[in-house]
């Protein structure tokens, strides 16, 4: 959620998902509501400081180091 906010600060527009859901059940979702971006971060993007942005027309992923700030 501090990453939601952190964009949201950024001036982006942001959801998240956050239940039990399997990865593809998410990207299926977002491809429904037609979102162009996801940020996917899971343990090893946490461990390696890092997010996973997939754009959802194009199928490309990226990677992209990111802060994650402790609480």
Known sequence: MLVAND???KG???EYEMSN???GKA????N???IRNVI???EDEIKNKQL???DMY???EKIEPYLFARV
Request: aromatic letters at 4%; charged letters at 40%.
């Open 40 to 42: 996917i971060i899971g």
């Open 58 to 60: 194009s199928g490309d």
């Open 12 to 14: 982006y527009k942001v």
């Open 52 to 54: 996973k942005i997939k």
């Open 32 to 34: 429904k509501a037609n």
């Open 27 to 30: 990207l299926e979702k977002a």
């Open 21 to 23: 859901k399997k990865l």
């Open 7 to 9: 964009l949201r600060q």
